[in-house]
């Protein structure tokens, strides 16, 4: 059973950074797509970016293209997210989600089926 736990939210001024980190565990293969998914309040979850696990392929959404960056630490068996020039529109939930054989570009809550408790970021002066 893969379980996922996120850490690195918290509150930051715009134009400020924050790092999120999802740490990953009971995978049975190479063979999964690790995501990062948001929730705003009153909006639907959004997909922002993912990376395939076997080629290190990525993906991001439109509004976070150059300023926030995923890869994943083999070594700490995590998949992280960095975010830079936050603004206050990046404020929500922010959800780790994994499943097995998805393309990379495939940014649909629904077609994930493990993910993690989330964590709040805000991003306010």
């Known amino acids: 059973q893969v379980q996922l736990v996120e850490s690195g939210g918290g509150l930051v001024q715009p134009g400020g950074s924050l790092r999120l980190s999802c740490a990953v565990s009971?995978?049975?293969?190479?063979?999964?797509?690790g995501g990062w998914f948001r929730q705003a309040p009153g909006k639907e979850r959004e997909g922002v970016s993912a990376i395939d696990f076997i080629d290190d392929s990525t993906y991001y959404t439109n509004s976070v293209k150059g300023r926030f960056t995923i890869s994943r630490d083999k070594a700490k068996n995590s998949v992280d997210l960095q975010m830079n020039n936050l603004k206050p529109e990046d404020t929500a939930v922010y959800y780790c989600?994994?499943?097995?054989?998805?393309?990379?570009?495939?940014?649909?809550?629904?077609?994930?089926?493990?993910w993690g408790q989330g964590t709040q970021v805000t991003v306010s002066s």
């Open positions: 989600a994994a499943s097995r054989g998805l393309h990379v570009s495939t940014m649909i809550p629904g077609a994930y089926d493990s």
């Open positions: 009971g995978l049975d293969s190479e063979n999964y797509v």
